[in-house]
């Protein structure tokens, strides 16, 4: 059986990584590049388990859900858009899509 990648949690993923590898270079904030690298991988394995299980979803929502708590709180103190209200935003649509996926492929399941 072919299996649909998730390129949206793969491209997610990147883009986290990069983020904290940019913080990193940018501020030498060193909690970013770790915090960046540790939710990419998460967000990349994530994007790896609903690409052969579109119903297992639970890693995908548990890293974007985090991301977008923890980086909404960030852009409500600051009210600075980058990198905190990206990321929330981003996390915000990764997260409707990844639920949105998955109750796509329960009603094929019904």
């Known amino acids: ?3 649909a990648v998730d390129w ?3 491209s997610y993923a990147a883009l986290v990584s990069a983020g904290g590898v940019v913080g990193y270079v940018k501020a030498g904030s060193v909690t970013s590049l770790v915090a960046g690298l540790l939710f990419g991988v998460l967000a ?7 690409s052969k ?12 859900g985090t991301l977008c708590v923890v980086m909404g709180l960030r852009f409500l103190g600051s009210w600075k ?3 905190a209200g990206l990321m929330t935003l981003l996390s ?6 990844t639920f949105a996926g998955m109750r796509k492929t329960q009603s094929h399941k019904s």
């Open 1 to 3: 059986m072919l299996m």
């Open 8 to 10: 949206i949690g793969f």
């Open 44 to 50: 990349a394995v994530g994007a790896y388990l609903t």
């Open 53 to 64: 299980n579109p119903r297992n979803v639970w890693l995908s929502a548990g890293t974007a």
């Open 81 to 83: 858009f980058m990198p």
């Open 92 to 97: 915000l649509l990764v997260l409707m899509k």
